[in-house]
C-alpha cells in the first residue's frame, strides 16, 4: 500500500499512538516492478516520488486533514531518503514548510490555518541499506538545502556512510534496527507520532515486534 496509515493503539497509561506510513509511489518502484535489475541502476539514485506518488501523498494529506488526524499528531519521524522526505512534507507539512521546500508539488489550499507537527528525519527507519543506489541518500548538506523546514540534526554524517556498494542488510539486521528504532520512540516526550518509512522496514519492524503477541494479532500487525 502507498502512503496509507496503520494505527495502532495500545491501552496503556503511558502508551503511544504511532501512524506507521509506507512513503507514497517511488520512479524505482513504478521501474522495478518492470525489471527487478532496474533497482541497481545508478538512474534511481536517492529515487524521488513518481507522478503518482505526488497524488497519493496529496490524497492523504486531505484524509488526514479531513479527519483531524493532523491536529493530534504531536511528531513526524521521517527517512532520510528522497521518497520519504517529499511524502512527509506533501502529508504533514504547513503551507510554509510545503512553500519552503523546493521538493513539494502539491495543492496547499486551505491549510494555511493548520497546526503542523514539525518533521525531524532519523537514519534508523529508512530503507534496508545497501547494494541499490535507490536506497541511498543524499548529503544532509545537500537534503537541509532541498528540504529546509526538516530538522536533521539527530544525523551526524553529512555524507551516507551507512550504504555500501557490496553488500545488502540482511533481514535479520533490519529487524534488530527497527527494535532500536521502537526503542528510540520510547525515549521521546511526545505520545502520538508519525512516522514516514519504507516496506521493508515496516515488514521486518512488525514481525519482529508482532513475536510477543498472539499469532492473529502479529497477522493483523504484518499484513501488507
Not at 117 to 127: D, N
Amino acid at each position: 500500500m502507498d502512503a496509507k496509515p496503520a494505527l495502532f493503539l495500545y491501552p496503556l497509561e503511558h502508551s503511544k499512538i504511532l501512524h506507521l506510513v509506507r512513503h507514497a509511489q517511488g520512479i524505482h518502484n513504478v521501474a522495478g516492478e518492470k525489471d527487478h535489475n532496474a533497482l541497481l541502476s545508478p538512474e534511481y539514485f536517492d529515487a524521488h516520488l513518481s507522478p503518482l506518488g505526488g497524488q497519493q501523498a496529496d490524497n492523504l494529506r486531505k484524509q488526514i486533514r479531513a479527519s483531524g488526524q493532523l491536529e493530534r499528531i504531536d511528531l513526524v519521524i521521517t527517512s532520510p531518503l528522497c521518497r520519504a522526505l517529499q511524502t512527509a512534507i506533501q502529508v504533514f507539512g504547513s503551507e510554509g514548510q510545503i512553500n519552503g521546500s523546493k521538493e513539494a508539488n502539491i495543492d496547499n489550499s486551505g491549510i494555511s490555518s493548520l497546526k503542523c507537527p514539525p518533521i525531524v528525519a532519523s537514519e534508523l527507519c529508512r530503507e534496508r541499506l545497501g547494494v541499490h543506489p535507490c536506497d541511498k541518500r543524499r548529503t544532509i548538506s545537500e537534503n537541509r538545502s532541498r528540504f529546509p523546514t526538516i530538522d536533521f540534526s539527530l544525523i551526524e554524517s553529512d555524507e551516507d556512510i551507512l550504504w555500501r556498494t557490496d553488500a545488502r542488510e540482511t533481514d535479520e539486521e533490519i529487524a534488530a534496527r527497527g527494535l532500536k528504532f521502537m526503542n528510540w520512540l520510547w525515549t521521546r516526550p511526545e505520545k502520538e507520532i508519525a512516522i514516514v518509512t519504507h516496506h521493508r522496514f515496516l515488514e521486518h519492524t512488525l514481525n519482529a515486534l508482532g513475536n510477543d503477541y498472539h499469532p492473529s494479532v502479529k497477522n493483523k500487525m504484518c499484513k501488507k
